[in-house]
């Protein structure tokens, strides 16, 4: 089974190219062995193209545009239903070619499908009971946070009140001692002063002239 590919070499549509060199750059990737057949310069491949694509996939106009891809004489599809298939990684069956060896995908028996699904329910309840338990524990570790704060602030408080007074007290001795001392005030200091000091007696007072009175005749 040959796969052929039918496009245009001499298209003057960017996007045909690009279409046309995805499909076959993908082919040789794949290493499936394609035929390209050129409509622009062959107009016997050109009308079998035409002729072969089915109506149900012809554009509005009835001209399909390439690239359109075939096996042997059976319709495969175009660009958007090859990159569909190759979206889907099911490019051999569009093509309608055997998949190579080790492509296939391993049957899988409908116990051990029960089995996976079994599996995956018991590790959800486990998953939902741990994030349950993980959310309680977070919220108590919370609380505790908590509680701990309001202790720390309880503790606090008293030390702050005594600190508060002390300094309370010291601004009202400070301000006693800066106040301004009154004229009464200080008349009472001076006459308890006086009072305190010993008194002069008269012959106490006559010496005093007397040793006045002789230093200034010696000093005559």
Known sequence: MVIKVFLASSSGSTAIKKKQQDVLGFLEALKVDYAPLDIACNEDNRMWMRENVPVEKKPTNG??????????ESYCGD??????????NAVYAFLGL????????????MEECNGDEHTEEVEAEVGGETGEEAAEEKVAEEKEAVEDTEESLEDTAPVKEEEAQEEVEDEEAKGEDDQPVSEEEEELRQLEEEEEAPEVTEEEEEEEVTEEAEQEEEDE
């Open 63 to 72: 001209i399909p545009l390439p690239p359109q891809i075939f096996n042997e």
């Open 98 to 109: 055997p998949p190579p060896p080790g492509s296939k995908k391993r049957e899988v028996p």
């Open 79 to 88: 660009y958007e239903t090859f990159f569909d298939a190759k979206e889907d």
